[in-house]
């Protein structure tokens, strides 16, 4: 056995086992960034997944038969908690995440938005992201339609 923190799934990956995994950090970021989309955290424990932060431009569901867009209806919409917007959704009920169930649940929304906290805590290890903005020379207009890897010949010099 070699230290880590990580979780063994052995099991899973090999025999289709069960995942000894409970809980999935899907984004962790505290950071303000400029940018318009804003920052989000979203984490999922048990069948319960909270996102906290910004929707982004792109919320919504989406569907790829045919590929269309369908807009957040007010059962799904934020959920001010502590001047933040939160979306609490329990994933064994309600798998398409169509209605946040934040307000009926503020002890649920406590203890993640508690763990998110200790996910983004520097002491822990958290470091900001970095700004994620795409260089002019790497856009696909110059480069047949794909966004290019490119070389910044200043900060070489």
Do not use: M
């Amino acid at each position: 056995d070699l230290p880590g923190d990580g979780v063994d799934v052995w099991d899973l990956v090999v025999d289709g086992g069960p995942s000894p995994r409970t809980e999935v950090p899907l984004n962790v970021d505290t950071s303000n960034t400029g940018s318009a989309a804003g920052n989000f955290s979203a984490i999922i424990n048990g069948t319960w997944k909270l996102v906290h932060g910004t929707a982004g431009k792109y919320d919504g569901w989406w569907d790829r038969n045919p590929y269309r867009h369908e807009n957040v209806t007010a059962a799904a919409d934020a959920v001010e908690v502590d001047g933040v917007n939160c979306w609490l959704f329990d994933l064994s009920t309600d798998e398409e995440e169509r209605k946040n169930v934040a307000e009926a649940y503020p002890d649920v929304v406590a203890a993640l938005r508690a763990r998110l906290a200790e996910l983004a805590d520097p002491s822990a290890g958290y470091l900001d992201p970095q700004p994620n903005t795409p260089h002019l020379a790497a856009l696909p207009g110059l480069h047949n339609g794909t966004w290019a890897p490119f070389e910044d010949t200043e900060a070489l010099v």
